[in-house]
């Protein structure tokens, strides 16, 4: 079996948690990692011995025995990182956000579409077994229909500097919310403020309007006493609360909801027409398995190359999360205004 091999660019706080999956997979082969910083290549060299180094990217997207190329740099690298890739005829996993502008992600979609290769983004939560539980409770109906979503992805840290807090967390987010509900919002509002340093959000607070009038609520924070990782979804059967923080029960499912009946009285004018009774039955904490996401995603993307079949989390689905990005980058500009996703 011809092994793949790959290029890792970027290994910072994340590119190495690529290097360890991937060297852990037998269909793989790491061959070349790069990094600006002399002691993160270091740092790779003493745990991967046989992995070359260099501070140069150029030298592994030249290498033409690479099939592939992950990409972990900051955020506004990412177009012109792929770009590169592409041209060079490598397969492409790029970290999310996929670009910072609807125009660059479809340029990538379409040069990865002509040049027939992989691109993949790296929206980690679609591979979440927990996630993907939750996802098989609503297609089975468990929830029932569903009235709204809440998200809050908080932190004292890390701060970045090249994007605000909604380009650096709420693509989990909207990638989790579009994936669960499979489809995305048709319009949004967000109202943020940046505390720490000037024109950079530290805090942004997102509502999202999907059709079927769920709505969607996302609460992101670098400046946060508590580190919180939670989504709630409630619907008219059962209710539930996913804490990611919580390995060894992530999922709660709560047979909470609000039932209405109808009294028969000989008139209906008054407020004793219907009855409002509150059901408040059991909690329970369906089995996940515990499997590291970052693994099956790396898995998949081997899968997809050695298939020629597309992603998941797809180039498409890379544009589609940079459209509802760049709506709610425009509504945070105009005071919360809400703004269609196009
Ligand atoms: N999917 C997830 O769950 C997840 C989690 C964390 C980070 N990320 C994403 O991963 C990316 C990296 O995040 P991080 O926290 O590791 O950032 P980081 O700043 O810690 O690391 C980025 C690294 O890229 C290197 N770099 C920059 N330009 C380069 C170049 N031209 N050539 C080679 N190396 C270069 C830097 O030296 C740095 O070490 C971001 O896009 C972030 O959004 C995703």
New binding site residues.
Partial sequence: MKKINLGI???????PNYVRNFSAMPEARVVWV????EE?LAHIKQLFPGVKVS?D?NRLINDNSLDAVVI????V??YR?AMRCLRAGKHVLV??PMTTAVKEAEILLDLASKRKKTLMV?H?FTYNSAVQTIKELITQDKLGRLYYLYSSRTNLG?LRSDVNVLW?LAP?DVSMFSYLLSCQPVKVSAQGASYLRKGIEDVVFITLYFPHNIIAGIHLSWLNPRKVRELTIVGNKKMLVFDDLNSANPIFLYSKGVIRKQISLPYYDSFREFQYIIRDGDVTTPKVAMKEPLAAECRHFLDCIMAGKEPHSSGRDGLSVVRVLSAIQNSLEDKGHLKEVR
């Fill in positions: 660019i970027g290994c910072g706080h994340w590119g790069s990094d600006l910083k993160r501070r990217c972990a740099t900051p955020t690298t990412h990182m970290e999310k790296g980690t890390p650096d989990h």
